[in-house]
């Protein structure tokens, strides 16, 4: 019995892979129509075609490449399936891991980031108690009021973290100010020769890190990208530091809390202003 032919439609309809996915796989030679009509160039297929169709969008489906289906659909045995299909399972495995780490940062981060707003809902100014903590600065001094030069010095920190998230993991990168520009009143001139790119390194690697004390950090948050917005956050911290009688102990870190990875309003851009007292 004459098998029955199916059009390129048919066959996408029964085994619900788009036709441009069978016209690609018959280009590449992945998988071919039973038979091509040589007057038209239609294609068509048998429904038994059906089962090697519905192996190679599972295996599409599990992670293989096409050069993985290519070996896996030739010359099958069972030995080398099987060993295919726990390169596989090993490499699910890890995908999966990957998104457990991914999904707990994200959580991490939106938890901080409710955290963060409601810590300030009665007062521009808080103090924390913080630990010990490890933090790069960036060896070449840039100057901080160029935006491209502040660009390319944190994509230059975000590689050392390391992080599939370095945008949306966020808290952890942003200005450190030496503490022998934070005279009050504070002179702009002098933060921008003594302000670096810095980012914390806590459980990385921290060969060459400085560190920051434990202890009480007054602490305050600004809006804005701008320098005029970052001297101005510090300014205002100062104030409060002077107001309250207290002294100024460490440098500054200036740490990005919502950046443009979450909005692209400047005013809702906010940076936090730590400083020990």
């Not at 796989?25 to 998988?31: A, V």
């Not at 192996?55 to 030739?74: A, D, K, N, P």
């Not at 970052?230 to 440098?251: P, Q």
């Amino acid at each position: 019995m004459q098998e029955e032919k199916l059009t390129i439609g048919e066959m996408s309809d029964y085994c619900d892979v788009p036709a441009d996915t069978l016209r690609y796989y018959d280009k590449i030679g992945l998988f071919r129509p039973l038979h091509i009509d040589p007057q038209n160039g239609y294609r068509y297929y048998s429904i038994l075609q059906s089962e090697v169709l519905g192996t190679i969008v599972e295996l599409r489906r599990v992670g293989f490449s096409i050069e993985e289906i290519r070996l896996f659909m030739q010359n099958r045995r069972l030995d080398q399936s099987i060993g295919l299909l726990e390169q596989a399972v090993q490499r699910i495995d890890r995908q999966a891991a990957d998104l457990k780490r991914i999904s707990r940062t994200l959580k991490s981060r939106m938890k901080h980031i409710q955290s963060f707003q409601t810590d300030y809902a009665e007062s521009d100014f808080i103090i924390r108690k913080l630990p010990k903590r490890k933090f790069w600065v960036l060896p070449d001094r840039i100057d901080i009021q160029n935006k491209e030069a502040v660009s390319y010095g944190f994509l230059e920190l975000e590689k050392k973290l390391h992080d599939t998230l370095p945008f949306l993991a966020g808290n952890e990168i942003g200005f450190f100010a030496e503490q022998s520009s934070l005279a009050f009143p504070l002179n702009p001139a002098e933060l921008a020769k003594a302000s670096a790119l810095f980012t914390f390194v806590q459980g990385r690697r921290n060969a060459g890190a400085q560190e920051a004390p434990a202890g009480d950090y007054a602490c305050t948050r600004y809006t804005g990208h701008d320098f005029e917005d970052y001297a101005d956050g510090l300014e205002k911290l100062l104030r409060y530091v002077h107001a309250e009688g207290l002294e100024a102990k460490s440098g500054a870190w200036s740490i990005i809390q919502i950046d443009i990875s979450l909005t692209e309003q400047s005013d809702e851009a906010v940076y936090e202003v730590q400083i020990l007292v």
